[in-house]
């Protein structure tokens, strides 16, 4: 049975921890609230960059001339850069280690975030470059993350792009996806042309980069909010835990303290009945 002494020294760990969780949780409380409006705010561009892609899908992808059809896929990995977020990376990685095993050649790989990188190092998978972002992404980033795509379309070393990422449905759901950056379907046309200023070709030149920048930086967004989401939740989950149980193990040194006490005021008093019947 636990002594008093070994209770308490349970409980400074328990309070310890539990003053950490608290720090952490208000720490990833803050950057959820910073990355939730900006992603509510982008999300609106996002949304009308998505429609304008999806209506001339063709123009948009001759901004990417791919020279070698016969290349590997590029398949791009967000992760986060922390642990402390339950399964996050987790089921992203167990999704993206299924993809692997699939029979394809040799895919080329970017990894951007530190829990992936770590991943791909420790079972000594190839990958050709890796980007560690910031807590809250910068649009740079993405602006950084195309160029080194345009790149390896024009140089013939791939022939598409996917981006193996956890969707933000909610708060507390994250669904780890592959979505392709680029589809080479047919344009899905308007029922009436609109009017281009100059022409045609000028607008969608003009605009490709911007629509395919809003199209990698909403995802990065989406990684970054899933990640905060969850370490936010995880670190609530632990404080909660070390509060309920700072409390049995004080309840319980109470208890036998207060036995303790009883024992010793049994024991007395019955040194004292000794005592007057001699």
């Known amino acids: 049975m636990p002594t008093i002494q070994n209770l308490k020294k349970k409980l400074q760990v328990i309070l310890s921890t539990k003053k950490l969780t608290q720090a952490m949780k208000t720490a990833s409380t803050v950057k959820y609230s910073k990355l939730s409006a900006l992603y509510s705010d982008y999300e609106k561009y996002a949304e009308q960059c998505d429609r304008m892609y999806h209506y001339y899908r063709k123009d948009f992808n001759s901004f990417f001339s791919v020279s070698n059809p016969e290349a590997p896929s590029l398949y791009i990995v967000l992760t986060s850069n922390k642990g402390m977020c339950g399964s996050f990376n987790t089921e992203l990685i167990s999704f993206f280690e299924n993809i692997l095993r699939e029979p ?12 992936g990188k770590d991943y791909l190092d420790g079972k000594k998978i190839r990958y050709d470059k890796s980007y560690i972002f910031s807590d809250i992404p910068l649009y740079s980033d993405a602006c ?21 990422y956890p ?11 592959c979505d392709g950056l680029f589809s080479f379907g047919e344009d899905t046309a308007e029922s009436e042309e609109p009017l281009f200023v100059p022409d045609r070709q000028t607008v969608m030149v003009n605009t490709a980069e911007k629509i395919l ?10 990684t970054a909010l899933g990640a905060q989401a969850a370490t936010l939740t995880t670190m609530r989950s632990a404080y909660d835990t070390a509060c309920e149980y700072s409390i049995q193990l004080e309840t319980e040194i109470n208890r036998k303290r207060q036995s303790q006490v009883t024992a010793d005021v049994l024991e007395v008093s019955a040194d004292y009945s000794k005592k007057g019947e001699v």
């Not at 394809?104 to 829990?115: A, D, L, T, W, Y």
């Not at 969707?167 to 996806?177: A, E, F, I, L, T």
């Open 104 to 115: 394809e050649s040799e895919p080329v790989i970017i990894c951007c975030g530190k829990k």
């Open 144 to 164: 950084a993350l195309l160029e080194d795509i345009r790149a390896m379309t024009e140089s013939g070393k791939i022939s598409s792009v996917k981006i193996v």
């Open 167 to 177: 969707r933000y449905q909610n708060m507390m759901k994250q669904k780890p996806v």
């Open 213 to 222: 920048i809003s199209i990698l930086y909403k995802k990065i967004l989406e």
